[in-house]
T-cell receptor, first 118, second 113 residues
Framework: GAGVSQTPSNKVTEKGKYVELRCDPISGHTALYWYRQSLGQGPEFLIYFQGTGAADDSGLPNDRFFAVRPEGSVSTLKIQRTERGDSAVYLC????????????????FGPGTRLTVL | DQQVKQNSPSLSVQEGRISILNCDYTNSMFDYFLWYKKYPAEGPTFLISISSIKDKNEDGRFTVFLNKSAKHLSLHIVPSQPGDSAVYFCAASVMNRDDKIIFGKGTRLHILP
């Protein structure tokens, strides 16, 4: 079956612009996560959705970052007034995690979107 | 401050030998640990995990060892194969709180022919 897909694979934008990054999780996965990986670093947690709601958004760096998952499937990460420091690979992951609470279900990652802010 | 530390940015190992990747953590609340493998232009792929109630978990050529008192874990790959060349991320989480995974910076493993 299809894995997690992310579009676009690459995005180049200018400082101050608005960008949207899309994630299509594995079908049936209720949990969805966004991470950001800067050069030379490991993935850094941004936000976690359980169904349609953001269960934990403590990793979002500031209010320029926002994510939605309106129908509990596809998610969009939105970045306003982009800055050069936002340049990174944005990774999305999904898992089967059930609604009864957190679990250790394996998170499956997409290939990421490489965002470059000029 | 890094809660999960991988102090070796890179490691080179001869094909057929054992690869040992090390990881230290500082947060004593962590009770679930994972290793992910990443090839260029791909997302991380889950490799193996261990919960804090165990000190060893084995899956084929891969074994993870956990030393809770030292807050240290290691991944052993034996025998190492060319396809094992990748970046390996150590990661940790707290079960029953949320599924947030904290990753280390990664170790790039080169398997030499």
């Amino acid at each position: 079956g299809a894995g997690v897909s992310q579009t676009p694979s690459n995005k180049v934008t200018e400082k101050g612009k608005y960008v949207e990054l899309r994630c299509d999780p594995i079908s049936g996965h209720t949990a969805l996560y966004w991470y950001r990986q800067s050069l030379g670093q490991g993935p850094e947690f941004l936000i976690y959705f359980q169904g349609t709601g953001a269960a934990d958004d403590s990793g979002l760096p500031n209010d320029r970052f926002f994510a939605v998952r309106p129908e509990g499937s596809v998610s969009t990460l939105k970045i306003q007034r982009t800055e050069r420091g936002d340049s990174a690979v944005y990774l999305c992951a999904s898992s089967e995690a059930g609604t009864s609470g957190p679990s250790t279900d394996t998170q499956y990652f997409g290939p990421g979107t490489r965002l470059t802010v000029l | 401050d890094q809660q999960v530390k991988q102090n070796s940015p890179s490691l080179s190992v001869q094909e057929g030998r054992i690869s040992i990747l090390n990881c230290d953590y500082t947060n004593s609340m962590f009770d679930y640990f994972l290793w992910y493998k990443k090839y260029p232009a791909e997302g991380p792929t889950f490799l193996i995990s261990i919960s804090s109630i165990k000190d060893k978990n084995e899956d084929g050529r891969f074994t993870v060892f956990l030393n809770k008192s030292a807050k240290h874990l290691s991944l052993h790959i034996v025998p190492s194969q060319p396809g094992d060349s990748a970046v390996y991320f150590c990661a940790a989480s707290v079960m029953n709180r949320d599924d947030k995974i904290i990753f280390g910076k990664g170790t790039r493993l080169h398997i030499l022919p």
